[in-house]
T-cell receptor, first 114, second 112 residues
Framework: DGGITQSPKYLFRKEGQNVTLSCEQN?????MYWYRQDPGQGLRLIYY???????QKGDIAEGYSVSREKKESFPLTVTSAQKNPTAFYLC?????????????FGPGTRLTVL | KQEVTQIPAALSVPEGENLVLNCSFT??????LQWFRQDPGKGLTSLLL?????REQTSGRLNASLDKSSGRSTLYIAASQPGDSATYLC???????????FGSGTRLLVRP
């Protein structure tokens, strides 16, 4: 099955810990994205990557880091510098070029800081 | 700066009713607009994508329209069913950016 997988589904973090959220896609999409969603709000962009070994900060990148060593993978690290990390995190991907460039989403990871 | 607004924030209708969800955006220079559905605790499912050159797109009981000049899009759901209950989000992409700008969504409840 083609799609985007995120793991884990639920993640609990203690204060001061770094945690890494996994995102993998087998859609052969060039572009990948990380969004954060808070209750009752729309999605806010954390980081995005248009190509392997390149990524750009989104609107709320502070306290987060990413890597893009493989086309299929775009892991997100939530560092201890992120002041309010409890949220629902969504990974997405999109083909680059062409007319129909819908963005597809994974199932999400819910991060809770204890 | 592009801003996307969805009104109302929540909507409750009886089963079988036809309904319209609204999405407005401040900058008419968009590349495309996408409607998504989100079930509680789940990711987003793409429903319809409208290119800037298109006026509407249809998929089953769903019809999305786009009026760039007025900065508006509507999602029409015909003969609503309880299974349509979810949050519906719209998002726009500008020609010069790789990112989508999202509205905060409309939470729909279809009562049996």
């Amino acid at each position: 099955d083609g799609g985007i997988t995120q793991s884990p589904k639920y993640l609990f973090r203690k204060e001061g810990q770094n945690v890494t959220l996994s995102c993998e896609q087998n859609l052969n999409h060039d572009a990948m994205y990380w969004y954060r969603q808070d209750p009752g709000q729309g999605l806010r962009l954390i980081y995005y990557s248009q190509i392997v070994n390149d990524f750009q900060k989104g609107d709320i990148a502070e306290g987060y880091s990413v890597s893009r060593e493989k086309k299929e993978s775009f892991p997100l690290t939530v560092t201890s510098a992120q002041k309010n990390p409890t949220a629902f995190y969504l990974c997405a991907s999109r083909p680059v070029g062409g007319i129909d460039n819908e963005q597809f989403f994974g199932p999400g990871t819910r991060l809770t800081v204890l | 700066k592009q801003e996307v607004t969805q009104i109302p924030a929540a909507l409750s209708v009886p089963e079988g009713e036809n309904l319209v969800l609204n999405c407005s955006f401040t900058d008419s220079a968009i590349y495309n607009l996408q409607w998504f559905r989100q079930d509680p605790g789940k990711g987003l499912t793409s429903l319809l994508l409208i290119q800037s050159s298109q006026r509407e797109q249809t998929s089953g009981r769903l019809n999305a329209s786009l009026d760039k000049s007025s900065g508006r899009s509507t999602l029409y759901i015909a003969a609503s069913q309880p299974g349509d209950s979810a949050t519906y989000l719209c998002a726009v992409k500008s020609p010069s950016s790789y990112k989508l700008i999202f509205g905060s969504g409309t939470r729909l409840l279809v009562r049996p």
